[in-house]
C-alpha cells in the first residue's frame, strides 16, 4: 500500500526536479548570488583573470552627501564586447573586506537588488547571462556612513572567464578628510601548475600496483578510444590518480558511502577549449556539484588528443582542513561518469555512472574492479519486463489464436490443453508485469520524473493486464449469446496492452538507468516484431488454405462429412512446425536482450 501511494504524480515535483536538472552546477544565471556575498567570488570552480578586465566602472561624482544619489555605472571598454554576469558592492574603502555600505537603486530591466550582509538591497547582479553593454544602477548612503566609500565589482564575462572584486572610484563625503590610497592589492589564489601528459596509463599494473576500473571490462585505453579508465594507487602519505575517457566535455568519478550519488567527493577533468582543467567537487544531497577553486591536489597532468580526455593529479590521504574531502584510507563505493561542458561549465550526465559492485577499500591490495551502469532493480525491472512481453505473452496469444483445432480434443488437467497452456503463460505475464512495476519503486522509492512516458506506460500495462486477468474469471459460457463481446473486448484489451508494451521497452532500453547498447537493442527489438508478425502471417495464411480446402471438399461432395475429416492432419503438423521454430526464434532474441541487460 506504500509503493501504491508513493506513485502518485505531483506537479511541484515534477517542477521542482526540472529545476534542478536545467541548472547546470551552482552557476547562478539568475543573479541570485548571495552565496558570494563576501568573498564577490563566482562559484564556477576556475581562477579569476588577471588581466584587464573588459568592463570598468564610473560614478557621477566624487563627493557625496547624506541627500545625494550616486549614478553607478558599468560599460564595456570597447564596443563589440560584452559581459554575461556582474556583482556591484560599495564598502568603506578603508576595510574593503567589511560588509556593504548604503543600497542601490535599479534603473533598468537588467538588474536585480540583493540582501548582503543582513542589508537589504546592498548590493546587484545580473537578472539573466545575456550580453550586456551598460549597467546603470543609483548609490543611495546609509544614514551613518564612513568618510570614504569604494565601489567594488565581479565581472564574468562567460562561465570560466570573470575578474573578482574590481576596485571602482572612490568617494568621499562632503568635508572629509583626504583619503589615502591603500597599496595593497587584492589577493588571488596562485594558478595550479599542470602540464601536459607524455604518455599513456600503464594497464600491465591493473591489479599488481593499482586499483583499476574500466569499461569496457579489461580495455585498455592506450589502443580503445571508447576506453572509460580510473586507476589509483597508494603511495607513501598520498593516492596517484589516473583517469581516462571519450569525451569533449568531462570525464570524473566520485567517492561515495553509498551507491546513490550525493554528499559525495568529486573530481572532474573538464575539457575547457583546448586544454583540461582538473577540479574537486562536492555536492550536498541529489544536487549538481560544486566545484571547488581550492585546490587540495598537486601533480597534475592531462592530454585531450581524437576526443579522448586524460588526466592524472595526486592527493594525500588525509586533507583535514577541507571538511568535504574524504579520508583516502577507508572503504567506498566508487562512481565513474563523463558528461557534456560548455565553456567549462559541466552538465548532468548523460548515462548512469558506472558503480563498483562493492565499497573498495583503498588501504588493501591493488586488483581489478568491477562496476556496473544499471542498478540491480532495474536490470530485474527490464528482465521481467522482456521475458513477460517478447516471450510469455506473445506465445500464450498465438497458441491461443491458432491452435484450438491442433488440441480440440487433447485435455489437461480437465481442460483442453490450449485454454491450459494458454492460462498459464498469461497468468506468469500478469505476474511478471506486477513484479516488474514494483521493482523501481523499491530502487527509487517514488515516483520517477525523470524517465518520461515510459513509467505511465508501465502503468497503462498494469492495469490492462489486471482487467484482462478479471474478465478471463468472469467470462461467460462459450454458448452464451454475447460470447462475442467478450472474445472481442478481450482481444482488444490484450492487443492494446502488448503494443503499448512494445512501445514501453523500445522508451526503457535508452533510459540512462538502463541504456542498452545502441543501436544494437533497437535492431534486436525491430527483428523480434518481424519474426512475430511473419510468423502470424504464415499461420493466418494457413488458416485460410485450410478453410479453403475445407469448403471445396463440401463443394465437392455436397454432403456432411464428419468433423474429422475436415480437420489436415498435414496442417497440424505444419503448424507445429511453425510453432516450433517461432518459439526457438523467440527465445532467441530473449536471451540476446537478457545477456545485453547483464553486460551493462
Known amino acids: 500500500m506504500e509503493i501504491i501511494l508513493r506513485m502518485g504524480p505531483c506537479i511541484p515535483g515534477i517542477l521542482t526536479v526540472l529545476s534542478i536538472i536545467l541548472e547546470p552546477l551552482v552557476a547562478y544565471g539568475n543573479g541570485q548570488v548571495t552565496v558570494a556575498c563576501d568573498t564577490m567570488t563566482p562559484k564556477h570552480g576556475s581562477f579569476p583573470q588577471k588581466s584587464a578586465s573588459p568592463a570598468v566602472i564610473t560614478v557621477d561624482k566624487d563627493v557625496f552627501s547624506s541627500k545625494d544619489q550616486v549614478k553607478v555605472t558599468l560599460t564595456v571598454r570597447q564596443s563589440g564586447t560584452s559581459f554575461q554576469g556582474f556583482f556591484i558592492q560599495a564598502r568603506d574603502a578603508a576595510d574593503l573586506n567589511g560588509g556593504p555600505v548604503g543600497t542601490f537603486t535599479l534603473s533598468d530591466k537588467n538588474s536585480q537588488l540583493l540582501t548582503c550582509g543582513g542589508v537589504k538591497d546592498s548590493a546587484v547582479s545580473h537578472t539573466s547571462s545575456s550580453g550586456k553593454h551598460t549597467i546603470v544602477v543609483l548609490w543611495n548612503p546609509p544614514a551613518t556612513k564612513p568618510d570614504h566609500i569604494q565601489f567594488l565589482v565581479t565581472v ?14 572612490v568617494i568621499s563625503q562632503l568635508n572629509a578628510p583626504p583619503f589615502s590610497v591603500q597599496a595593497t592589492t587584492e589577493a588571488h589564489p ?12 600503464n594497464v600491465t599494473e591493473c ?5 583499476c576500473l574500466r569499461n569496457p571490462p579489461r580495455c585498455d585505453p592506450e589502443m580503445d578510444r571508447l576506453c572509460f579508465f580510473l586507476s589509483f594507487a597508494m603511495q607513501n602519505t598520498s593516492v596517484l590518480f589516473e583517469l581516462s575517457g571519450p569525451s569533449n566535455g568531462y570525464i570524473s568519478f566520485a567517492l561515495s558511502d553509498d551507491n546513490w550519488m550525493g554528499n559525495d567527493d568529486m573530481y572532474l577533468c573538464i575539457v575547457n577549449d583546448q586544454s583540461i582543467q582538473i577540479n574537486p567537487a562536492h555536492s550536498t544531497g541529489r544536487s549538481h556539484p560544486i566545484l571547488n577553486t581550492q585546490v587540495p591536489i598537486h601533480d597534475m597532468s592531462w592530454s585531450l588528443e581524437d576526443g579522448v580526455t586524460q588526466c592524472s593529479f595526486r592527493r594525500n590521504i588525509r586533507l583535514p582542513e577541507y571538511s568535504e574531502r574524504f579520508d583516502l584510507d577507508r572503504q567506498y563505493y566508487v562512481f565513474l561518469a563523463e558528461g557534456r561542458a560548455d565553456n567549462g561549465r559541466i552538465h548532468k550526465h548523460h548515462q548512469h555512472p558506472l558503480i563498483t559492485h562493492g565499497k573498495v577499500d583503498f588501504d588493501g591490495s591493488p586488483r581489478e574492479l568491477t562496476g556496473s551502469r544499471s542498478p540491480l532493480y532495474i536490470k530485474g525491472h527490464g528482465a ?27 485435455t489437461l488437467l480437465g481442460k483442453k490443453v490450449w485454454f491450459q497452456v494458454h492460462w498459464m503463460l498469461m497468468a506468469t505475464t500478469v505476474l511478471l508485469t506486477c513484479l516488474a512495476f514494483i521493482l523501481p519503486f523499491l530502487y527509487r522509492g517514488a515516483w520517477s520524473y525523470c524517465a518520461g512516458a515510459h513509467p505511465y506506460f508501465g502503468c497503462m500495462i498494469l492495469i490492462l493486464v489486471i482487467l484482462q486477468l478479471i474478465m478471463a474469471f468472469f467470462r461467460p459460457n462459450p454458448q452464451a449469446p454475447r460470447r462475442y463481446i467478450f472474445n472481442w473486448v478481450h482481444w482488444a484489451t490484450g492487443t492494446f496492452a502488448r503494443t503499448i508494451a512494445v512501445a514501453s521497452i523500445f522508451l526503457g532500453m535508452d533510459l540512462p538507468a538502463l541504456d542498452l547498447y545502441n543501436p544494437w537493442d533497437t535492431l534486436v527489438m525491430v527483428g523480434f516484431i518481424v519474426w512475430h508478425v511473419v510468423t502470424e502471417l504464415i499461420l493466418e495464411a494457413h488458416n485460410y488454405i485450410i478453410a479453403c480446402k475445407a469448403q471445396k471438399r463440401k463443394e465437392d461432395k455436397m454432403q456432411i462429412m464428419d468433423s474429422s475429416e475436415l480437420i489436415d ?30 553486460l551493462v
Open 156 to 169: 564574468v564575462q562567460k562561465f570560466n572567464t570573470y575578474w573578482v572584486k574590481l576596485r571602482g572610484p
Open 190 to 201: 596562485d594558478l595550479p601548475v599542470t602540464s601536459k601528459l607524455t604518455k599513456s596509463f
Open 207 to 211: 591489479g599488481s600496483k593499482k586499483f
Open 384 to 410: 521481467l519486463m522482456f521475458i513477460a512481453w517478447v516471450t510469455t505473452a506473445n506465445i500464450g496469444v498465438i497458441i491461443a489464436r491458432f491452435f484450438k483445432p491442433v488440441w480440440s480434443f487433447s
Open 569 to 598: 492432419p498435414q496442417g497440424h503438423r505444419f503448424k507445429i512446425m511453425v510453432l516450433t521454430l517461432y518459439i526457438c526464434g523467440n527465445l532467441t532474441f530473449l536471451i540476446i536482450l537478457l545477456v545485453a541487460i547483464s
